[in-house]
């Protein structure tokens, strides 16, 4: 989001360092909002076309909220390596979503990795050593890479 001045903020005294990010680590995060709904919640239930204009206002500014929200419409040559952590047994946040982001990065060339975590919930509590072994492990070969 660097590129889009709106995302990115201009405000505070550091405005003349630079925000480029070399790993992600994206844990059981949305990715693209239009098809949010429309991936199965498990045990949850699907909004309803008048309960997505209540929360988000008319149909026109949904699209125009989620097109600027989405995740998975940043995607470009300096996206960095991605390393996708979700938990199957999530309420929250779809697992498609983060299926969709792996699939977007992986069409684009940028190195991705999806950990799908079967007994996983969505605050990740069932999982949190492995997933903090797995995030110091992606970050460190990340770091090697640059040097």
Do not use: W
Not at 41 to 48: E, R
Not at 76 to 104: R, W, Y
């Amino acid at each position: 989001t660097s590129s889009n001045k709106l995302l990115n903020g201009n405000v505070g005294n550091y405005l003349n360092y630079e925000n480029h990010v070399n790993a992600v680590v994206d844990f059981y995060g949305p990715t693209d909002l239009n098809v949010f709904y429309d991936c199965p919640i498990t045990d949850g239930k699907a909004l309803t076309i008048e309960q997505k204009i209540r929360v988000f206002g008319n149909v026109e500014n949904i699209s125009k909220k989620f097109e600027l929200a989405n995740p998975i419409n940043y995607i470009d040559k300096n996206t960095p390596p991605f390393l996708i952590i979700h938990g199957e047994k999530d309420k929250v946040v779809p697992v498609c979503q983060s299926k969709l982001l792996h699939e977007a990065l992986l069409k684009s060339n940028i190195e991705s990795e999806l950990i799908l975590k079967e007994d996983g919930d969505h605050n990740g509590n069932t999982f949190m050593p492995y997933q903090t072994n797995l995030m110091a492990n992606f970050f460190y070969n990340q770091y090697n890479k640059q040097l």
